[in-house]
């Protein structure tokens, strides 16, 4: 027996209608003109004003006076900005997270900036796991693993200042570098003009990759961190790389980020 389809349930076509040119008005790039609006819509210019004078009143469109053109307004910008606002980045980042597993054949890890510094909240182990001793609730330090130097690179350098200065209090003590403020800054400057972060000596025999990922306040939110065995990941570090990168900013761009 073929099972039924569920049946369609009836809308106000009229909103529908109007939403062309709401939508319209989304992907236009600067304020647009009756005649340019209608035509986006597929609709004439006397019926897309009508929806527009409504759409003003509601305060999803604006006119400027000086111009006459139409813009979105203020109770879109607030429907937006309320959108974003629940967006839950770890969330939204599982199926992501997967698919950079699948692609890679690598670990692969979510990371966000936490009370303690850099905290792992995701771990997604290939069929060889690298580690026993990295795991959910795991605290990266900010200067020797890929995952904590991303967010000393892009997050704002009094978020982290305080970790910094206590780890290379420690690391000058135990001889092992960055240990001087000149080595950090060397450090994320090259992290910056590379766009993610790489170590492969914070955990012997183990090589790491992190790339940032933003909100819709440009502000960094998640790191994307791939990992695995030093010789088959370095040898294929390039597509790994590139995989990270592109899934990281793939990410941004869901969540908001320009």
């Known amino acids: 027996m073929t099972p039924r389809r569920p049946k369609a349930q009836q809308g106000i076509q009229s909103i529908e209608v109007g939403a062309k040119i709401l939508q319209a008005l989304a992907q236009a790039p600067r304020p647009q003109m009756l005649r340019d609006l209608a035509a986006a ?94 795991r959910v ?36 003590r135990q001889g092992l570098t960055p240990s001087t403020g000149e080595e950090i800054d060397h450090l994320v400057a090259q992290i910056r003009r590379q766009g993610y972060a790489r170590t492969s000596d914070f955990i012997p025999g183990i090589s790491g990759i992190a790339a940032p990922v933003y909100d819709h306040s440009g502000s960094m939110t998640l790191a994307l961190v791939a990992l695995g065995y030093s010789k088959p990941f370095d040898a294929a570090f390039e597509k790994i790389s590139a995989a990270v990168v592109r899934k990281g900013a793939a990410l941004s761009q869901r969540l908001g980020a320009v």
């Not at 509601?58 to 879109?76: K, N, P």
């Not at 991303?150 to 209090?169: C, D, G, H, I």
């Open 41 to 134: 819509a597929q609709m004439p210019a006397a019926k897309a004003h009508r929806y527009l004078v409504s759409f003003v009143r509601m305060g999803l469109v604006e006119q400027q006076v000086e111009t006459g053109l139409y813009d979105l307004g203020a109770f879109a910008l607030e429907l937006g900005l309320s959108a974003v606002a629940r967006l839950e980045p770890v969330t939204l980042a599982a199926p992501a997270l997967a698919e950079l597993r699948e692609e890679t054949g690598q670990t692969v890890a979510l990371a966000v900036w936490a009370n303690h510094g850099a905290t792992m909240v995701r771990w997604l182990g290939a069929d060889t796991p690298v580690s026993a001793s990295l």
């Open 137 to 172: 609730g795991s605290v990266m330090p900010l200067t020797r693993s890929a995952t904590g130097r991303a967010f000393l690179a892009f997050l704002p350098r009094k978020s982290t200042a305080r970790w910094v200065k206590n780890e290379l209090t420690d690391q000058a």
